[in-house]
């Protein structure tokens, strides 16, 4: 069975930083892209970043580029994300989510909340 | 990278059916075969519920179905059930291994 479980979550003051982990189980981790998706509350959800199979390859949404910064440890089968410069419009729950193929995602974990406030 | 429109709020009585509109462009839904939808009850995590368009995954009722129609894609729940409330969000590639999600519907069942 496909298991993710984030973690990492908490408040942040504006331009602080936080990592949030993603631990992956049920799967051969290192096969799949994985992604961050993010929901801030009442709104849909935005799709942050990207990282492949192998974590040489990465993508961001604009909103975060530069700031925040995915990567992974394939020994560890744990997805990260660091985000920096962190902004009120940041909060939100994230998600870690499992690519199927190119073009939809899977499986998703529970979400831990970022909340971004003085 | 705009969201994907969707519109905000859509009900149906049970056993009808209701369709979920998803308007995107000629960069995104227009260009790709690559449009999937998610099903969200409150406090859940979404749930993947057409891929590829129009394709179901395992376990997925038959009563959801997806299409396209150049840059607008629709999902369509027939004979509505009460357990089919929840939040419907669709969701395009938009090339270089990016994504648009839309803007998320509302769905009650009357």
């Known amino acids: 069975e496909v298991q993710l479980l984030e973690s990492g979550g908490g408040l942040v003051q504006p331009g602080g930083s936080l990592r949030l982990s993603c631990a992956a189980s049920?799967?051969?981790?290192?096969?799949?892209?994985m992604n961050w998706v993010r929901q801030a509350p009442g709104r849909g959800l935005e799709w942050v970043s990207t990282?492949?199979?192998?974590?040489?390859?990465?993508y961001y949404a604009d909103s975060v580029k530069g700031r925040f910064t995915i990567s992974r440890d394939n020994s560890k089968d744990t997805l990260y994300l660091q985000m920096n410069s962190l902004r009120a419009e940041d909060t939100g729950l994230y998600y870690c989510?499992?690519?199927?193929?190119?073009?939809?995602?899977?499986?998703w974990g529970q979400g831990t909340l970022v909340t971004v406030s003085s | 990278q705009s969201a994907l429109t969707q519109p905000a709020s859509v009900s149906g009585s049970p056993g009808q059916s209701i369709t979920i509109s998803c308007t995107g462009t000629?960069?995104?839904?227009?260009?790709?075969?690559?449009v999937s939808w998610y099903q969200q009850h409150p406090g859940k995590a979404p749930k993947l519920m057409i891929y590829?368009?129009?394709k179901r995954p395992s376990g997925v009722s038959y009563r959801f179905s997806g299409s396209k129609s150049g840059n607008t894609a629709s999902l369509t729940i027939s004979g509505l059930q009460a357990e089919d409330e929840a939040d419907y969000s669709c969701?395009?590639?938009?090339?270089?291994?990016?994504?648009?999600f839309g803007t998320g519907t509302n769905v009650t069942v009357l």
């Open positions: 989510a499992k690519i199927r193929q190119l073009g939809s995602f899977d499986y």
């Open positions: 049920g799967f051969t981790f290192n096969t799949y892209a």
């Open positions: 990282l492949s199979g192998s974590g040489g390859s990465t």
């Open positions: 000629s960069s995104d839904i227009g260009y790709y075969d690559y």
């Open positions: 590829d368009v129009s």
């Open positions: 969701c395009s590639y938009a090339g270089y291994s990016t994504y648009v």
